[in-house]
T-cell receptor, first 113, second 116 residues
Framework: EPEVTQTPSHQVTQMGQEVILRCVPI?????FYWYRQILGQKVEFLVSFYNNEISEKSEIFDDQFSVERPDGSNFTLKIRSTKLEDSAMYFC???????????FGPGTRLTVT | AQSVTQLDSQVPVFEEAPVELRCNYS??????LFWYVQYPNQGLQLLLK??????LVKGINGFEAEFNKSQTSFHLRKPSVHISDTAEYFCAVSDLWGGSQGNLIFGKGTKLSVKP
């Protein structure tokens, strides 16, 4: 069964550094999402992406964040200058054009020190 | 704006007992409703979803949920839990109206702890 994959599984970085989190959505899916989950808190929507552009973004998704689909398979989330409060689990998700269900990847745990 | 309330942050229960995890939502439009499960150190797995039609939906692992529009609820139930059901359960809503791309709004989660 096709699945969403994410790399790395765990990333440790120093405050102020740039990080890129990578996702490979399911191949025939058209809509892509990033969510984050700060430890002990709920999962929060960050951004949705369709047709090579951002569709919607939350207030969390400020100028420090960007997303890109550099080729036909990868979907990346970049944090330009990480802060301690960016430490969280970041989930990528994708869905088909007609379907409602989002399929989630296993997540990348980002630790900012 | 949509929101989801999960009334119980933790639910301890003994093995083979029934369990109900509560979820209430608020929305000004029709919504789609979901329950996701997160096992320790893993990602989110869809348990079940309500899109339309029958208000009682059945999911994986013996779970079911009932959509109640008048009470704006979507409670998750299982008649007999197993140790392996120990996990965190998230209720979520989504809509595809007005150009929305179906972003999921999650509740804070309920940690189900099944004891022998």
């Amino acid at each position: 069964e096709p699945e969403v994959t994410q790399t790395p599984s765990h990333q440790v970085t120093q405050m102020g550094q740039e990080v890129i989190l990578r996702c490979v959505p399911i191949s025939n899916h058209l809509y892509f999402y990033w969510y984050r989950q700060i430890l002990g808190q709920k999962v929060e929507f960050l951004v949705s992406f369709y047709n090579n552009e951002i569709s919607e973004k939350s207030e969390i998704f400020d100028d420090q964040f960007s997303v890109e689909r550099p080729d036909g398979s990868n979907f990346t989330l970049k944090i330009r200058s990480t802060k301690l409060e960016d430490s969280a689990m970041y989930f990528c998700a994708s869905r088909q054009g007609q379907g409602i269900e989002q399929y989630f990847g296993p997540g990348t745990r980002l630790t900012v020190t | 704006a949509q929101s989801v309330t999960q009334l119980d942050s933790q639910v301890p229960v003994f093995e083979e007992a029934p369990v109900e995890l509560r979820c209430n939502y608020s929305s000004s439009v029709s919504v789609y409703l979901f329950w996701y499960v997160q096992y320790p150190n893993q990602g989110l797995q869809l348990l079940l979803k309500y899109l339309s039609g029958s208000t009682l939906v059945k999911g994986i692992n013996g779970f079911e949920a009932e959509f109640n529009k008048s009470q704006t609820s979507f409670h998750l139930r299982k008649p007999s839990v197993h140790i392996s059901d120990t996990a965190e359960y998230f209720c979520a809503v989504s809509d595809l109206w007005g150009g929305s791309q179906g972003n999921l709004i999650f509740g804070k989660g309920t940690k189900l702890s099944v004891k022998p």
